[in-house]
C-alpha cells in the first residue's frame, strides 16, 4: 500500500499527516507547499534511507524534479529497476520531535502498539514501550512513562507538550487497528511532536490474515475452583517413597471430608483406602490424580459420575513425551461437563484457608495472604521450602503443570473472589492467550507481581517493518504487563514477599558499616530511597547512642551494640513518620548476643522491622528463634531487598 494511500485512509480515522501530493513515476513535479521532502513509493524500495530514496528540506519544484532524478539514479545503482507502478510522494516537511508509532499482530499478545522515540536510530535504542490495543487512557500513560522521551511530556529543557497529545493520537490508532483487522503490522516513523499535535509523516501498512481475536474466548460460569468440601486422592499410596503417600499425608491437616482411592484397598493414616472412586457415596467435587498416565482418561470419566468441579492431575507422561491426545480429551472432557483441571505433569494445589495441602511439596506452610500460581512443579517446590524457611504465608498454591484447562487468566479472575488473597504472585514460562491475561491482570483487584523466564528467547520475525524488529520479545512482555499495572520481577524469590513490596523510604539500623553500604546500594540499584534524617532526628539518636555513630542513615550503632542498644535505636527509630521499613542488620561481632537481637522483633513496633542477620553458625540459634515465631527474617542482603 502506498505512503499516499496510507495518508488519505489515516486521515479518515482523525489521524493527522502533513499535506502531501502524489505523482507518476513519469509526471512533471509541481506542489504549492515548501520546505517539502520527495519519497520513492515502491514496493521494491523496503528502507528509503538505505537507497537514497528521500530528499530533504527542497525549497522548490525545480529543486523537486532534480531530486526526483536523482533518487532514480541512487535505486539503480542498487540494483533495482523502477517502473509505471512505482510513485513518488511529495510531503511537507515539518519540525519537530522525531517518534516512532508501530502496529504488530502478535502471535501471544495480538493487536500491540509500539510508541517511542522514532528516527534513524529507532532500532539501536529501542526506547520504545508496548501498549494493548484495549489499554484506556491511564494504561497509555502508564506506558509512555516507561520510556526515555516520556520526559519531553514533563517539562524536561523547556519543553511544553501535554502527554494528552500523544494519548489522543495512540487511541485513534486503536481505533484504526480494531476497524482493519487484516492491518498485521504498520510502520509511522517518524512521527512528528509538533506545537498542534502528532503528525505522521511516514507511513508503511502491511496486510494480511488476521490472527483470531482472543480476548472473550475463555469458558463462561466455570465453578469455583477454591471451593473445595468434599475432596478424593486417587493414588494414595502407604508407601513412602510414592507421590500420592506424600499428597495423603499433607492433606491430614484438612477438616472437611477426604477420601484416599487405591485399587489394592487397605487403610492409609488410619482412614480407609477405597478401591475405586465409585465406592465412594457421595459426590466428589475435588480430586486429586496421582496415578499412571494411561489410566488417567478413564478415572477422569468415573469422577465426572460424581459431578467433580476441580481436578488436580499430578500424573506426568502426556505432551511433555509427546502424549498430546490424552490431554486434548480431558480439556475436551472438562468444557463439555463444566470442571476445572490444572495439570497434568504439576505439584498439586494449596488453599492456605482450609488447610488444604494437595501438593507432594514441604508440608507445615503457614497460612497467609500471598497466593503463588506456578507453570514450574520444581520451582514451585523450591520457594516452598523458602516459604517456610522465611515464615512467609500462603493463601493459594497453584501448581499449574501443563496448563491443559485453567490458564493464568482464569486464575486470576477466581482470586479475585477470595478474600483471604491479598496478593497474586506468577511465575510464567510461557503464556497462551496474552490478551486474555492483560485483562485479567487490568481488571484485579489484587496486586499481581511476575516472574518470566525465558528472557533471552526472541522470536525475531522478517524486517518487513521496525515493528517486526521490536515485538515478540521478553521486552513487549515485560512493558505490556507494567502498563496494566502488574509489577515484573528480576528474582524470582522477590514473588514471596510482596507484602513488602510497596515501599520506598527505608531506614537501616545496623553494627557494621560494609554491609550496610552494600545494603544502601542493592536499595538504591532496586530504585528506591533511603529516608533522610532530620536534625531532630539525629538529635533524637544522639542521646541513646555513642558519640561516634554515624549520625546518618544507615543508622550505625557501633560494632559493640547489645541487644539494649539495638533497642533503644528502635524505640526513636519507630516513631520516625514517613519510614516505611526498618531493616536491623545484624553481624555477629565477638560480643554481640544475636538470641536476644532476634527477640526484639516479636515487640508490635507500629512499623514494618526485618532483620538481616549476616553469618552462619553464630546466628543460627536467633534464625531457630525466629522460624518458631513465624517471624520473616532474611540470611543475605539480596534476598533482603529482592521484592524491593
Not at 67 to 91: M, P, Q, R, Y
Not at 324 to 335: G, M, Q, T, W
Not at 451 to 480: I, P, Q, V
Not at 528 to 554: C, F, G, H, M, T
Amino acid at each position: 500500500m502506498t505512503e499516499s494511500k496510507i495518508y488519505e485512509m489515516l486521515g479518515s480515522y482523525k489521524i493527522a499527516t502533513p499535506k502531501f501530493a502524489s505523482f507518476r513515476i513519469d509526471e512533471t513535479i509541481s506542489v504549492d507547499f515548501f520546505p517539502a521532502v520527495i519519497k520513492i513509493e515502491s514496493e521494491k524500495v523496503v528502507h528509503k534511507s538505505d537507497f537514497g530514496a528521500v530528499k530533504l528540506n527542497i525549497s522548490s519544484n525545480e529543486e523537486l524534479n532534480a531530486a526526483k532524478e536523482e533518487i532514480i539514479s541512487n535505486i539503480a545503482a542498487k540494483g533495482v529497476k523502477l517502473d509505471e507502478t512505482d510513485s513518488f510522494i511529495v510531503v511537507e516537511m515539518l519540525s519537530g520531535q522525531e517518534l516512532y508509532v508501530g502496529l504488530v499482530d502478535d502471535e501471544i499478545f495480538g493487536k500491540t502498539i509500539v510508541f517511542g522515540k522514532g528516527g534513524v536510530f529507532l532500532e539501536m535504542y529501542k526506547d520504545v514501550c508496548y501498549i494493548d490495543i484495549y489499554a484506556d487512557d491511564e494504561e497509555i500513560k502508564r506506558a509512555i512513562k516507561l520510556t526515555k522521551i516520556s520526559r519531553i511530556f514533563d517539562g524536561f529543557r523547556g519543553f511544553d507538550f501535554d502527554i494528552e497529545m500523544a494519548v489522543k493520537f495512540i487511541k485513534s490508532v486503536q481505533n484504526f487497528a480494531k476497524a482493519n483487522p487484516d492491518i498485521v503490522e504498520l510502520d509511522f516513523n517518524p512521527v512528528l511532536l509538533t506545537k498542534d499535535g502528532l503528525k505522521t509523516v511516514d507511513a508503511r501498512i502491511k496486510r494480511g490474515e488476521a490472527r483470531p481475536e482472543k480476548l472473550g474466548t475463555l469458558r463462561k460460569n466455570r465453578p469455583n475452583f477454591f471451593q473445595n468440601e468434599r475432596v478424593a486422592i486417587i493414588g494414595a499410596s502407604s508407601d513412602p517413597t510414592k507421590v500420592g503417600y506424600a499428597i495423603a499425608k499433607n492433606s491430614l491437616t484438612y477438616k472437611g471430608d477426604m477420601f484416599f482411592v487405591n485399587a489394592k484397598g487397605g487403610e492409609l493414616f488410619g482412614k480407609e483406602l477405597y478401591t475405586s472412586v465409585s465406592k465412594i457415596e457421595g459426590d466428589i467435587d475435588t480430586a486429586v490424580i496421582t496415578i499412571p498416565s494411561k489410566f488417567v482418561v478413564e478415572t477422569t470419566k468415573e469422577l465426572i459420575k460424581k459431578n467433580i468441579k476441580n481436578l488436580i492431575i499430578i500424573s506426568a507422561g502426556f505432551k511433555e513425551v509427546g502424549d498430546y491426545d490424552s490431554e486434548r480429551i480431558i480439556a475436551e472432557l472438562a468444557k463439555e461437563h463444566n470442571f476445572n483441571v490444572i495439570g497434568p505433569n504439576c505439584l498439586g494445589y494449596l488453599n492456605g484457608q482450609k488447610e488444604l495441602n494437595l501438593t507432594f511439596g514441604i508440608g507445615g506452610l503457614r497460612s497467609g495472604e500471598l497466593a503463588l500460581l506456578s507453570q514450574s512443579g520444581a520451582v514451585l517446590s523450591a520457594l516452598m521450602d523458602k516459604a517456610y524457611d522465611a515464615s512467609v504465608g500462603f493463601s493459594h498454591l497453584i501448581s499449574c503443570g501443563n496448563m491443559v484447562d485453567l490458564d493464568f487468566a482464569e486464575m486470576i479472575d477466581m482470586l479475585n473472589t477470595e478474600d483471604s488473597c491479598k496478593y497474586i504472585s506468577v511465575y510464567a514460562e510461557g503464556i497462551q492467550n496474552g490478551k486474555e491475561f492483560l485483562r485479567a491482570i487490568r481488571e484485579s483487584k489484587k496486586k499481581v507481581y511476575i516472574f518470566k523466564t525465558g528472557k533471552s528467547a526472541e522470536s525475531k520475525k522478517a524486517a518487513f517493518s521496525h515493528t517486526g524488529n521490536l515485538s515478540g520479545n521478553y521486552e513487549m512482555f515485560k512493558g505490556l504487563i507494567e502498563s496494566v499495572g502488574a509489577k515484573i520481577e528480576d528474582n524470582i524469590e522477590a514473588l514471596l514477599f510482596n507484602p513488602l513490596n510497596e515501599v520506598n523510604n527505608i531506614l537501616i539500623v545496623t553494627n557494621a558499616g560494609g554491609p550496610a553500604t552494600i545494603l544502601t546500594d542493592y536499595i538504591i540499584d532496586h530504585g528506591r530511597k533511603l529516608y533522610q534524617l532530620s536534625k531532630e532526628e539525629i538529635s533524637a539518636l544522639d542521646a541513646v547512642l555513642p558519640s561516634n555513630w554515624s549520625k546518618n542513615n544507615p543508622v550505625d550503632i557501633i560494632g559493640d551494640a547489645m541487644a539494649d542498644r539495638y533497642e533503644a535505636t528502635l524505640d526513636i527509630v519507630t516513631k520516625f513518620e514517613n519510614v516505611d521499613l526498618i531493616y536491623l542488620l545484624v553481624t555477629p561481632q565477638y560480643m554481640t548476643d544475636e538470641l536476644n537481637i532476634a527477640k526484639l522483633c516479636e515487640r508490635e513496633w507500629g512499623k514494618k522491622i526485618y532483620p538481616i542477620l549476616l553469618g552462619g553458625h553464630e546466628m543460627e540459634e536467633a534464625k531457630n528463634y525466629l522460624r518458631a515465631k513465624q517471624k520473616l527474617f532474611f540470611k543475605t542482603l539480596q534476598s533482603a531487598t529482592s521484592f524491593l
